[in-house]
Every structure is written in structure tokens, then in C-alpha cells.
């Protein structure tokens, strides 16, 4: 791309950039977010093993990228990560040792890294702020995942100390939007949830939602969190941790996400709750006070608004979602 305006262009990598925040920055730098001195690369494991050294240094050799968002995980919902804590763990051990090393070596300017709310201690106090992320043991259900993102603020920090990289990370609440994953068994609550829905509309059969329908979590719509991504790449300075959430005031129970879902698609049956099964964290409740001292205007989408475009579209993809 050439420079525009006496601007040094930027090469942005996205790893991860076929899953759901990818798709979302892809969309919303399309549909004009994007500015003229950007050029974005999305890539996928398609493209290269990232738990593999050698295939992530020629990924960046290969596209030379002066920024990087990084977004590729091992990931899956409470059930899969119960079973597969060593795998949670090592996997993404090794991808972000493997992207944040082959930035630092082939001079990436700044990495955002994606990290999760599940890093935070199991037993704490809410709201949660960044300040807190190293105070204890996370939730036993998914440790491995949790901390191995911790370890990338480790290493954040460590190449900041030691070579002065802008390297940082965000940490959103619970994303969902179109491309989730939307598989019953492995998949995150609310995707889930829409998979469920729609089957049970299909089938005339009633609604059985695992747990108690009590846990609260703040959601946040994919499309927000890629605008949210867009300034943190450009504007955001520091190394230190963001969490990128919705107000505590909005945050939802999974009866009421599984309300707006059953509205959204207008479901008629019967809702019914399996209590025999975990309801994982009762709550992980952030504090966005830091976001809002930064961003004091941002529009997040209506949680009913962005559900309906969720259902929207998986119902209009289904042959080719994720399920």
C-alpha cells in the first residue's frame, strides 16, 4: 500500500482472523473504520500453526507486519474446558509464546492481545478492575485456559521491561455476534443457547437449558468489541491490561439472555432448566470504568438489538455456521 498523506503505512496482522472477533474487525474495517494508511491481513490456522515455532516466524517473514492483533486460542465453553485443562493450557502456552516472540523478532511495532474475564481470581471482590487480574487462583473449571492467558500480561510486561515493546492486551466480557461457534456441546452459553432455540423451534419440543439460569454475565456484542479493538491498536498507549465491557448495570442472567434469544425468535415453547448440570462462575462482574475514563461516549449496541442480529444471522447461515 502506498503512504497516503505522508503517513508510514501500517501492515496489521490478525491471528485468529476467521473466528468471530476477526470476522467482526474484518466487517467493520470494510465497512469503513478502516483508514487509508491500513493495510489488514487476516489469517487463520488455515494459514499457519502457531503452536508450531518455526511456521509462526515465517508467518510474520512472510507478511511483515508492523502491527498485530492477536486473536487465535484454543477455546470452547465450560463442558470442554473441564475435560481438557492440559490441553487449554499447553496449546495456548505455545501460540502466544510463538506470536509474541516472532513480533518482538521481526520489530512488530505494538500487539493487542485478546485475553478473557476468566483470568481473573475465582474468589474475589466486584466489580473486577485490571488491577486485580495476579490475586489468586481462577475458576477451577478452567484453569489451564485462564492461566495461560495471564502469562501473555507476563510477557507483555517482560518485553516492555526488557526491550521496550508496545505490546498490551484487552480483555473483553462474554463476545458473541455472527460467526460464532454455535456448537451445543463445546460452544460458549449464548451461541449455544441460539443453537438450541432454533432447534427446538424446528423440532415443537421444549427448551432445556443447562444449569440454573441464574449466573449473570455482561455480554458484549462482536461488532462493538472490533470497534473497541480498532482504538486500543491505534490510541492506546499503555501495556497494562483493558477490559472492554458493557457497564456493570448491564450485565444479564442466562434466564434472561435465554429470554431475549426465545423473543428474538420467536419461540412458543416450553423453557425448562437442567439443574443437574454446572452452572460454572455464579458471577464475574468487570468494572469498564477505566474504558469509560478513556472512550466517555462509546454506543454499545441494546443487548436485544444484538441478539436479534445474532439469531438473524445464524438463522440465515445455518447450513455454514459453526455449529
Request: charged share 25%; net charge neutral.
Amino acid at each position: 500500500m502506498t503512504e497516503v498523506a505522508g503517513l508510514v503505512p501500517k501492515r496489521i496482522l490478525v491471528t485468529g482472523g476467521t473466528g468471530l472477533v476477526g470476522r467482526a474487525i474484518e466487517k467493520v474495517v470494510a465497512d469503513g473504520e478502516g483508514r487509508p494508511d491500513e493495510e489488514w491481513i487476516f489469517v487463520s490456522s488455515r494459514d499457519a500453526d502457531l503452536t508450531n515455532a518455526a511456521e509462526t516466524k515465517a508467518l510474520f517473514e512472510q507478511h511483515k507486519p508492523t502491527h498485530v492483533i492477536h486473536l487465535a486460542a484454543m477455546v470452547g465453553g465450560l463442558f470442554k474446558n473441564i475435560r481438557y485443562n492440559l490441553d487449554f493450557w499447553r496449546r495456548n502456552i505455545h501460540i502466544n509464546d510463538n506470536v509474541l516472540h516472532s513480533a518482538y523478532e521481526t520489530g512488530v511495532q505494538k500487539v493487542v492481545s485478546c485475553l478473557s474475564t476468566c483470568i481473573f481470581p475465582d474468589k474475589t471482590t466486584y466489580p473486577i478492575d485490571e488491577s486485580m487480574i495476579h490475586n489468586g487462583p481462577p475458576h477451577s473449571s478452567n484453569f489451564g485456559y485462564s492461566y495461560a492467558k495471564r502469562m501473555i500480561d507476563i510477557q507483555n510486561r517482560g518485553y516492555f521491561e526488557q526491550h521496550g515493546c508496545r505490546f498490551t492486551a484487552v480483555i473483553p466480557t462474554n463476545v458473541f455476534g455472527p460467526h460464532d461457534n454455535f456448537n451445543i456441546e463445546d460452544g460458549h452459553v449464548l451461541p449455544g443457547l441460539i443453537h438450541k432455540v432454533y432447534l427446538a423451534k424446528q423440532t415443537g419440543s421444549a427448551l432445556t437449558i443447562w444449569g440454573t439460569g441464574k449466573p449473570r454475565r455482561q455480554f458484549i456484542y462482536s461488532l462493538d468489541l472490533a470497534r473497541l479493538f480498532l482504538w486500543v491498536l491505534r490510541e492506546y498507549d499503555e501495556v497494562e491490561p483493558i477490559i472492554l465491557s458493557v457497564g456493570e448495570e448491564d450485565e444479564v442472567s442466562i434466564r434472561e439472555a435465554a429470554e431475549a434469544i426465545v423473543e428474538a425468535m420467536d419461540f412458543r415453547g416450553e423453557l425448562l432448566f437442567d439443574t443437574t448440570k454446572a452452572d460454572g462462575q455464579f458471577k464475574k462482574t468487570a468494572s469498564n470504568a477505566k474504558l469509560r475514563h478513556y472512550l466517555p461516549g462509546f454506543q454499545f449496541t441494546p443487548f436485544r438489538q444484538a441478539v436479534k442480529e445474532t439469531c438473524a444471522w445464524f438463522s440465515a447461515n445455518y447450513a455454514n455456521a459453526r455449529k
